[in-house]
């Protein structure tokens, strides 16, 4: 594994497990399906995610460059009202 930001080797969180463990100890690994636009790489389902790691020094360095993406669940609101027989309910 290395950082895609700065080309440093980063080691694994798990020691000398399989390569299906490729997980970074001080860094984060990043997993693209495909992105409707990009010109590179946009596969169908059933193909295979492109992965890079980023160590967690190029993350803080480059703080300027990282954005946090939440969500907001919206309840929705339930309205009671008197019927009236001469508005329009379509």
Known sequence: MICFKCNKQLESAFGDLPDDHLTPRRGLIFEATGNFGSRIYDPTSTAPSLVVWICD???????????????AIVQREVIWKDYDPEAAYW
């Not at 020094?57 to 969500?71: F, N, S």
Request: charged share 45%; with cysteine.
């Open 57 to 71: 020094d190029c993350i803080v360095e480059h703080k300027d460059q990282v954005k946090v993406r939440d969500y």
